[in-house]
């Protein structure tokens, strides 16, 4: 079993930057893909970023591409967002998330953090 808790959420102006962090528990933190979704009031959840459990693969929704990045460490179980030129569209809850395919779904992950809010103000 995977515990996931993220933090490093806050208000931060446009253009500025944030970097997300995700603890995990659990022995086979490592066997996992990791995911990065958010979720803005009134609208579904989205995948923004995801890892493959060595790293090597990653992805990203077209909204961030070339803004955020995704990485992890095994060996202290942590997965990292961070996002570089924040626009007021990045409002949303941050939620970390663990999957055994890549990419991460909403339907098939199997672990979900409590979500940490983003506000980015105009």
């Known amino acids: 079993q995977v515990q996931l808790v993220e933090s490093g959420g806050g208000l931060v102006q446009a253009g500025g930057s944030l970097r997300l962090s995700c603890a995990a528990s659990?022995?086979?933190?490592?066997?996992?893909?990791m995911g990065w979704f958010r979720q803005a009031p009134g609208k579904e959840r989205e995948l923004v970023a995801d890892?493959?459990?060595?790293?090597?693969?990653?992805s990203y929704a077209d909204s961030v591409k070339g803004r955020f990045t995704i990485s992890r460490d095994n060996a202290q179980k942590m997965v990292y967002l961070q996002m570089n030129s924040l626009k007021p569209e990045d409002t949303a809850v941050y939620y970390c998330?663990?999957?055994?395919?890549?990419?991460?779904?909403?339907?098939?992950?199997?672990?979900w953090g409590q979500g940490t809010q983003v506000t980015v103000s105009s």
């Open positions: 890892i493959s459990w060595s790293g090597g693969r990653t």
């Open positions: 659990g022995r086979t933190f490592s066997t996992y893909v």
């Open positions: 998330a663990a999957d055994k395919t890549f990419p991460v779904q909403t339907s098939t992950a199997n672990y």
